[in-house]
């Protein structure tokens, strides 16, 4: 039987990624590394997904997708700043071999540029490629945020296996998560949804207050006992290693959970 913890995320990028160029105001220095963190969190699923440094780095040589990770989620597309191509191929080439590969996500993908490269036939191509090619099927999963809300994203948002939807403004939008969260399931026609957990106010470029944080991890918490979402995702091993309060009321969460 599985618990609350096994539908636990880490979203797993470069050490120091979030440092690098110093734009959203982190302090200290950042050396954790993806597969760290799930130890460090005592979680086992990794979702490990490209910055634009690593727009042409292969996953076929990646060095984070190693134990202790169970589930493991690729990105078919990385972060905004990374060149839009996507990785379908060494994806699908890891995952014939590799079962804990069970799903490819497309990270930061509503945007005016990426909209325009992936419309709704190519998102349904590559849908096709990761349900149809192996032996067995891989989901393709999105990202949203609160802030893309008010968008044209139905025609595309709908196309994807699970949506993960995030709050980008947490002082902002944290308090309003429960009328954004019933906006995306309206969005997505009551599909299949899992929630992103920033543990920084990466759209203020602060620290999160210890109030939000407690605030966002009762919403969550609640929304998977109750079977709404399937699971949530951490943001991230790159700072988890800062000393933020936020960090330390996630793992004592975690601890906590069945």
């Known amino acids: 039987m599985s618990s609350l913890r096994d539908k636990i995320w880490l979203w797993g990028q470069i050490p120091g990624g979030h440092h690098s160029p110093a734009f959203y105001n982190l302090p200290g220095e950042n050396k954790m590394t993806p597969t760290e963190g799930l130890t460090y969190f005592g979680i086992k699923n990794l979702c490990r997904v490209k910055l634009s440094r690593e727009a042409d780095c292969s996953f076929l040589e990646d060095k984070w ?6 589930k493991v989620c690729l990105s078919l597309i990385g972060a905004g700043g990374a ?12 995952a014939k071999d590799d079962h804990r590969i069970v799903s490819a996500v497309m990270d930061d993908f509503i945007s005016e540029a990426r909209m325009k490269a992936f419309p709704p036939e190519v998102l349904e191509g590559f849908v096709d490629r990761l349900h149809n090619t192996l032996d067995r099927k891989l989901e393709l999963w999105s990202v949203i945020y609160e802030r ?4 044209p ?3 595309r948002a709908r196309l994807f296996d699970v949506t993960t939807f995030w709050t980008w403004y947490g002082a902002d939008n944290l308090p309003r998560r429960q009328a954004h969260f019933e906006k995306m399931r309206e ?21 999160l207050s210890d109030e939000l944080m407690r605030r966002q991890l009762d919403f969550v918490g609640e929304k998977m006992a109750t079977g709404e979402i399937e699971g949530i995702i951490l943001c991230s091993n790159c700072i988890a290693d800062l000393g933020l309060s936020a960090v330390d009321i996630t793992r ?4 906590q959970l069945d």
Do not use: F, H
Request: charged share 25%; glycine share 12%.
């Open 65 to 70: 997708l190693g134990a202790p990770a169970e």
């Open 83 to 94: 060149v839009p191509k996507d990785d379908m191929e060494p994806i699908l080439t890891l």
């Open 148 to 151: 893309d809300l008010e968008k």
């Open 153 to 155: 994203i139905q025609s």
């Open 187 to 207: 969005i997505v026609d009551g599909g299949r949804m899992m929630l992103g957990v920033y543990m920084y106010d990466y759209g203020n470029k602060c620290v």
């Open 252 to 255: 004592e969460w975690i601890g």
